[in-house]
């Protein structure tokens, strides 16, 4: 089974290549779906992070994803501890998910992860790590355009993770995601036919 880290900063394009790997037949474990999850109504990381961050954190009884966003993205201190409180969880689930897919004899295995950077993960974590990248005023737009985000806000959200090149360090191919969802899905194509071994 190759096991394939994704990753790119947001709006820099990695949902589309992400969709492209599962067309293409990968089984796409979907890292921010897994972090949904682990904070779901009466989850063991929702009790630790009211205690963190008080009631000001939920709606009833939901994590309240507004609030925590407007409290962490810009206070390094308390992005960082809501990290240290979601990331084992979301560890632990992607660990069951990929042994399930090994179980299921997947071929591929795609953990799709906007953090793999910030969580310390690496090339020693996967077989191959991909990352999308793409510059910031492209990513500013995209977020300002299809979100709805002011672009201060914009601007905050890319600053709060990893640049591109720290992304680039760790990673085995970079993606451009500069251009059009066609154009990147074209890459993800290319990669594929290189990296992938042919079925025996």
């Known amino acids: ?51 963190a961050f008080g009631d000001r954190a939920v709606r009833d009884g939901e994590l309240d ?28 689930m992607s660990k069951a998910a990929d042994r399930q897919a090994r179980a299921q004899n997947a071929r591929v295995v795609v953990h799709d992860i906007p953090l ?21 005023e492209r990513r500013v737009a995209r977020l300002t355009q299809s979100r709805g985000m002011t672009s201060a806000d914009a601007r905050a959200r890319i600053a709060s993770q990893a640049t591109d090149e720290q992304r680039a360090a760790v990673a085995d191919a970079v993606l451009d995601g500069n251009g059009t969802a066609e154009q990147l899905r074209a890459q993800v194509d290319e990669f594929w036919a290189m990296s992938v071994p042919a079925p025996a």
């Open 1 to 51: 089974m190759l096991r394939i880290g994704l990753t790119g900063g947001i709006a820099a394009g990695k949902s589309t290549a992400s969709a492209r790997f599962a067309e293409l037949g990968a089984t796409v474990i979907d890292h921010d779906a897994l972090a949904r999850r682990a904070v779901a109504p009466g989850s063991a990381a929702l009790v630790e992070i009211v205690r």
């Open 65 to 92: 994803r507004a609030a925590v966003a407007d409290i962490v993205f810009h206070d390094p201190s308390a992005r960082a501890q809501l990290d240290e409180i979601v990331h084992p969880y979301v560890f632990a």
């Open 116 to 136: 793999l950077v910030e969580s310390g993960q690496g090339a020693a974590d996967f077989d191959m790590v991909v990352t999308i990248a793409a510059d910031v």
